[in-house]
């Protein structure tokens, strides 16, 4: 299994609902990442799990809260989001300690807050 | 903090032809990776090359070749034989080697492949 799984692949959900993003990995990686990325711009760091333990937050509001169950899980729960949070929400994996094999993604989250 | 820079917002290539996308990047450091992602409209980033920066051969993978010049910290991608199939957003990223735990990307060059 070489593939980052995403989902749900869309969300819609307005600014007082609380949703969850899921992303699961079985390739034995034990760093895991969520970016944000707006139309026809770069993808931005949010966060950085690596052995299970958060490692970088990237001064992302508390309205976005990150959670790693297990080595092959990673979740990016959704609470009281605004209008400017709508984005694709990316996934991403790799080994922990060989930096030079790059992350492997997943296709995201399209999400839209109304 | 290390940055990446890509200076063409967009590319046009014929089919058949070759095009160059261009990335430079600062740093302080000596040890690192580079690399080109690239990203259809199915969203997905797909690694397209990989550059060790202690090595000076150029990474090649199939039609896709880098020429990377560390001195002027410069990493561009060669595509040859464009395909439609290749027309997508491009991305140039880096990642220390001290610092694994994050990778920073390039604005991006959108390529388009014309038939």
């Known amino acids: 299994d070489t593939e980052v799984t995403q989902t749900p692949k869309h969300l819609v959900m307005g600014m007082t609902n609380k949703k969850s993003l899921k992303c699961e990995q079985h390739?034995?990686?034990?760093?895991m990442y969520w970016y944000k990325q707006k139309a026809k711009k770069p993808p931005e760091l949010m966060f950085v799990?690596?052995?299970?333990?958060?490692?970088i937050n990237e001064s992302v509001p508390s309205r976005f809260s990150p959670e790693c169950p297990n080595s092959s899980l990673l979740n990016l729960h959704l609470h009281a989001l605004q209008p400017e949070d709508s984005a694709l929400y990316l996934c991403a994996s790799s080994q922990a300690y060989r930096t030079g094999y790059g992350y492997t993604f997943g296709s995201g989250t399209r999400l839209t807050v109304v | 903090a290390q940055t990446v820079t890509q200076s063409q917002p967009e590319m046009s290539v014929q089919e058949a032809e070759t095009v160059t996308l261009s990335c430079t990047y600062d740093t302080s450091e000596s040890d690192y990776y580079l690399f080109w992602y690239k990203q259809p409209p199915s969203r997905q980033m797909i690694l397209v090359i990989r550059q060790e920066a202690y090595k000076q051969q150029n990474a090649t993978e199939n039609r896709f070749s880098v020429n990377f010049q560390k001195a002027a910290k410069s990493f561009s991608l060669k595509i040859s034989d464009s395909q439609l199939g290749d027309a997508a957003m491009y991305f140039c990223?880096?990642?220390?080697?001290?610092?694994?735990?994050?990778?920073?990307f390039g604005a991006g060059t959108r390529l388009t492949v014309k038939p």
């Open positions: 799990y690596s052995y299970e333990k958060l490692s």
């Open positions: 990223a880096y990642r220390s080697a001290d610092n694994n735990n994050d990778m920073r």
């Open positions: 390739m034995g990686h034990r760093a």
